[in-house]
C-alpha cells in the first residue's frame, strides 16, 4: 500500500506541468499577436517621406523609441508577475481510496473508456476538479461531456468539462480536466444597426470565458464609422479576449492595446472599451470602462446606471479606467450599449429615458430584450440611423440544485 501511495505521488507531479504548458502555451500566442500588430503598423508606414519632413519624423521617431522601452519594460515585469502567479499557484490532491477508484474504472469500462490516473484536486479558490487521463477502448462517439456527467454521478458532485479539453474522447491517451459547476448560468442577447450612410459598423463586441465559470463580454465602438472604426474596435476587443485568456492583468492589457492603437502614427485612432466580468460562482461582477456608454443592471423594475467620465483609447500615452463592482442576483439582467444608442434618443436625456425604458420591461428573454431597445431607439430618431448601435444584453439565473 506505501508503494502504491508513492507511486500515486509521483504521478500527481507528472500532471501538474499540463497546468502550467497550455497556459505558457498562450501567453506565448499572445505576445505573437501584439508582436504581429506592432509588425503591421511599421509596414503600412509610407516610405516616401520628403527632406523637410526628416527632421520633425526624426524626433517623433526618438520620442516613441523612448516611449516604447518603457512599454518593454512594462511588459517584462508583467510576464514576471504572470509566470510568478503560476508558479504559486496551489492545487492540493484530495486522496481516493483504491476501492473507490476500482469502482469509478469498473463504471467507465463499462462504456468502454479506460483509464489510467484519476486524482481529486482542490484549487486555490477551495473548488474540486478532477484530472482524469483516460482513452476509448473501442470506436465510439463518447463526449468529453458525457463523461463528465457519468463522473458527476459516480463522484457525488456537479462537475462540467474544461474549456480546453478535446471534445470526443480518442483511442490514445488524453488528460482531460473537469471542474465544479458554477451555481449561476446566462443567456446572452445582440441587436446591433449600422449608420445609414455606411455598410459596416464601427462596433465589435465578444463575449467569452476567461475561465470556468467566468463570462467576460466587451464592446467597443470605434472612433467615426465604416471600416476605419471597425478595424479599430476589432483590434481592441481581439486582442483584449486574447490578453485576458492568457492571463494578463486587465490593466496592463488595456495599457498595451491603448500603445498599439497610438502606433498609428498621424493616422488618429480610436476606441472605446466596456468590459464586464461575471463570476458565475458568487455572482460578483466587474464593470471597466475607458471613454465608454453607460451600462445597466436591472432587476425587476429597479435599474442600476453605471456611467464613466474618461476618455477612449488611443488619446494619451497612460489610459484612464474606471472600473465599478456589483454583487448579482437571481434573474437580473446586465444591459451594454455603444455611444450611437443614446445619441439617438432626444433632448440628450438619453441616459435617463433609457433607464425608464429598462425599468419597465416585462421581456425576459435576452435577445428580446436587446431587440426591443434597438427598436425603440430607431424609433425615436425616425429610423434615421445617425451612428452605429449596438445593445448587449445579458441575464443571470439561479442553476436548479
Known amino acids: 500500500m506505501k508503494k502504491q501511495n508513492l507511486s500515486e505521488r ?4 507528472s500532471i501538474l506541468p499540463e497546468y502550467g504548458r497550455r497556459k505558457l502555451l498562450t501567453y506565448a500566442d499572445s505576445i505573437r499577436e501584439l508582436a504581429d500588430s506592432f509588425k503591421e503598423t511599421e509596414n503600412g508606414r509610407d516610405s516616401v517621406i520628403n527632406k523637410e ?4 519624423r526624426d524626433y517623433i521617431w526618438q520620442k516613441r523609441l523612448c516611449e516604447n522601452k518603457e512599454l518593454m519594460v512594462a511588459h517584462l515585469e508583467e510576464m514576471a508577475q504572470i509566470m510568478s502567479g503560476l508558479a504559486e499557484e496551489t492545487r492540493k490532491c484530495v486522496p481516493m481510496g483504491e476501492r473507490r477508484f476500482k469502482q469509478i474504472a469498473h463504471a467507465l469500462r463499462e462504456v ?7 486524482y481529486l484536486i482542490e484549487n486555490e479558490m477551495g473548488r474540486m476538479e478532477v484530472s482524469l487521463t483516460m482513452k476509448c477502448i473501442k470506436a465510439s462517439n463518447l463526449s468529453a461531456d458525457e463523461i463528465g456527467d457519468l463522473l458527476s454521478v459516480l463522484l457525488n458532485m456537479h462537475l462540467v468539462s474544461a474549456g480546453d479539453n478535446a471534445f470526443f474522447i480518442s483511442g490514445e491517451w488524453q ?3 473537469y471542474v465544479e459547476e458554477a451555481r449561476f448560468h446566462v443567456l446572452t442577447g445582440v441587436a446591433k444597426a449600422v449608420k445609414e450612410t455606411e455598410k459596416i459598423s464601427g462596433d465589435n463586441y465578444a463575449f ?4 470556468t465559470g467566468n463570462l467576460t463580454a466587451l464592446l ?3 472612433m467615426g464609422s465604416g471600416e476605419k472604426a471597425c478595424a479599430d474596435s476589432t483590434m481592441v476587443v481581439e486582442l483584449m479576449q486574447k490578453f485576458l485568456e492568457a492571463g494578463f492583468q486587465m490593466e496592463m492589457a488595456i495599457q498595451m492595446i491603448n500603445s498599439a492603437l497610438l502606433t498609428g502614427g498621424e493616422n488618429t485612432n480610436m476606441s472605446t472599451l466596456d468590459m464586464c466580468s461575471l463570476d458565475l460562482y458568487n455572482g460578483e461582477c466587474r464593470f471597466v470602462k475607458v471613454g465608454s456608454a453607460c451600462s445597466y443592471i436591472k432587476r425587476q423594475h429597479l435599474v442600476d446606471r453605471i456611467s464613466s467620465g474618461n476618455l477612449p483609447l488611443g488619446i494619451f500615452q497612460k489610459p484612464d479606467m474606471e472600473a465599478v463592482g456589483r454583487t448579482l442576483m437571481d434573474g437580473d439582467y446586465i444591459i451594454m450599449v455603444s455611444d450611437g444608442v443614446l445619441d439617438a434618443l432626444s433632448q440628450g436625456i438619453g441616459e435617463d429615458m433609457l433607464s425608464e425604458l429598462i425599468g419597465s420591461s416585462n421581456l425576459e428573454n435576452p435577445g428580446e430584450m436587446a431587440n426591443a431597445i434597438l427598436n425603440f431607439c430607431i424609433h425615436q430618431c425616425r429610423g434615421h440611423i445617425r451612428d452605429d448601435m449596438t445593445v448587449l444584453v445579458i441575464g443571470i439565473w439561479k442553476k436548479e440544485d
Not at 509521483?10 to 507531479?13: L, P, T
Not at 519632413?53 to 520633425?56: H, K, L, N, P, S
Not at 468502454?112 to 484519476?118: P, V
Open 220 to 222: 467597443s465602438d470605434g
Open 112 to 118: 468502454d473508456i479506460q483509464i489510467k490516473n484519476l
Open 53 to 56: 519632413e526628416q527632421d520633425r
Open 10 to 13: 509521483e504521478e500527481f507531479g
Open 208 to 211: 467569452f470565458e476567461r475561465d
Open 175 to 177: 488528460t482531460f480536466y
